[in-house]
Nanobody, 120 residues
Framework: QVQLVESGGGLVQAGDSLILSCAAS????????MGWFRQAPGKEREFVAA????????YYPDSVKGRFTISRDNAKNTVYLQMNSLKPEDTAVYYC?????????????WGKGTLVTVSS
């Protein structure tokens, strides 16, 4: 497993942009698929974005496609989530996760999350 620490959350207005970062510890970061998830109050955790270990493949649900962009810098052991055109329904705690299998199903490492609040 790797240790993950998210940062960059905060309070923004609808239409604003925000960049989240996830710093990972461990020498095997570059071999992990990485993902972002979110959980809004009273709702289940949902998938937001994923990226392959070299960054060549990215995946998004329709709810954020075209607005959010996931990227990674393996030299810095960091994965990012660029969020544009934010909406109040994007308000949630955002979590970073790592999948050593590359299947995008075995997320075995999680950060503690960073809160994003979007006001209308």
């Amino acid at each position: 497993q790797v240790q993950l620490v998210e940062s960059g959350g905060g309070l923004v207005q609808a239409g604003d942009s925000l960049i989240l970062s996830c710093a990972a510890s461990g020498r095997t970061f570059s071999s992990y698929a990485m993902g972002w998830f979110r959980q809004a109050p009273g709702k289940e955790r949902e998938f937001v974005a994923a990226i392959s270990w070299r960054g060549g493949n990215t995946y998004y649900p329709d709810s954020v496609k075209g607005r959010f962009t996931i990227s990674r810098d393996n030299a810095k052991n960091t994965v990012y989530l660029q969020m544009n055109s934010l909406k109040p329904e994007d308000t949630a705690v955002y979590y970073c996760a790592a999948d050593p299998s590359g299947s995008y199903r075995l997320w075995d490492s999680w950060g503690k999350g960073t809160l994003v609040t979007v006001s209308s």
